[in-house]
C-alpha cells in the first residue's frame, strides 16, 4: 500500500488516497476543535493517543458485528480504512442528558435518561449541525428510509458494545456521535461506521466520581485534556506507547 495525494483536511483529521482506489490513510493530527471549528488548539500527543484508541474500538466494534471501515493501523498516527461516501448525518445517543440536550430542553446536565434517545443532526459547521428528524433526512434526500433505519438500528447497537465496554473501566458512556457510509466500491452495500470513536466525539465520566475525561475538557477549559484521554486508554486496556 503507496500513500498518496492529500484528498481532504478537516479539523482533526487529514484523508490521503492510496494506490487503491478503494482505500484511504486516515491521519489524526494534534490539531483540537470544538463550536465548530470556533475553538482551535494543538495538543501534544493527540494524534497518536486517537488513533490508538480509535483502533481499538473499532476492532472491538467489528468483532461484536458492527461493520466499520477501519482496516488496520499503519503507524503512530495513521490507519487505513475503506474509503466511504459519506452520509452526511451525525447519529448520537445518549445514556445521561448532557451538552446540547441539556441546554435544548432545560434539563441538568447529569439526569439519567431511563432509555437511550437517539437524535440525528445534518452536519454542517456553518450552521452549527442542526438537530433534524427522519423526514429532513429522508425528504431532502441526504439518506433513504432503509439507511436511516440502519443508522439508528446500528448506533443503538453500538451502545449495547461500549457501554459495558467502559462500565468495566469504571467509566460512564455518556453520549456519543457516530457517521456513517457506504464503500465507494459498494454504493448498494451495507452501510460501514466511518470516522472515528475516540474522546472527541463521545462523553466519558468516571462511574464513581463524575470527572470528565472527554473533549468537553477542552470545551470547558479544564485542562489535563490529552492525559485524561491516556487515562481512558490505559483504563479500557489500549496499547498506548
Ligand atoms: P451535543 O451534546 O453537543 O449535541 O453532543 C452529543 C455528543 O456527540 C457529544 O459526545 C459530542 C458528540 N458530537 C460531536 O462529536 N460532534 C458534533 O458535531 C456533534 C453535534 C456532537
Ligand atoms: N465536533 C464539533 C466540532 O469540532 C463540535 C464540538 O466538538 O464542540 O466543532
Known amino acids: 500500500m503507496e500513500k498518496r495525494r ?18 484511504l490513510v486516515m491521519h489524526f493530527r494534534d490539531d483540537t476543535s470544538a463550536f465548530d471549528g470556533i475553538k482551535v488548539s494543538q495538543l501534544e500527543q493527540k494524534g ?5 484508541i480509535n483502533a481499538y474500538i473499532m476492532g472491538k466494534l467489528g468483532a ?26 451525525e447519529c448520537v445517543v445518549r445514556n445521561v442528558c448532557a451538552g446540547s440536550m441539556a441546554k435544548r ?3 441538568a446536565e447529569g439526569t439519567r435518561l431511563p432509555e437511550p434517545i437517539f437524535e440525528f443532526f445534518y452536519k454542517s459547521d456553518a450552521l452549527h449541525d442542526p438537530l433534524v428528524n427522519d423526514d429532513h433526512i429522508r425528504i431532502l434526500g441526504w439518506a433513504n428510509a432503509r439507511d436511516i433505519a440502519e443508522m439508528k438500528a446500528l448506533t443503538l447497537r453500538v451502545n449495547q458494545v461500549l457501554k ?16 456513517f457510509g457506504h464503500a465507494i466500491s459498494d454504493p448498494t452495500g451495507p452501510l460501514l461506521l466511518g470516522d ?16 470528565k475525561l472527554d473533549k468537553d ?12 484521554y491516556r487515562e481512558v486508554a490505559t483504563r479500557i486496556g489500549v496499547p498506548l506507547q
Open 48 to 52: 497518536e493517543t486517537n488513533n490508538r
Open 6 to 23: 492529500e484528498l481532504y483536511r478537516g479539523k482533526a483529521k487529514t484523508v490521503y488516497a492510496t494506490d487503491d482506489p478503494g482505500l
Open 164 to 179: 459495558p465496554l467502559f462500565a468495566d473501566a469504571g467509566i460512564e458512556l455518556v453520549d456519543y456521535k457516530l457517521e
Open 64 to 89: 461484536a458485528g458492527v461493520a466499520t471501515h477501519f482496516v488496520r493501523l499503519l503507524n503512530e498516527r495513521e490507519s487505513l480504512v475503506v474509503s466511504l461516501k459519506m452520509i452526511p448525518v
Open 217 to 228: 475538557r477542552f470545551r470547558r477549559d479544564l485542562g489535563s485534556v490529552i492525559e485524561k
Open 105 to 107: 430542553y432545560g434539563i
Open 196 to 211: 472515528e470513536f475516540t474522546p472527541d466525539g463521545c462523553r466519558l465520566w468516571d462511574l464513581s466520581t463524575e470527572e
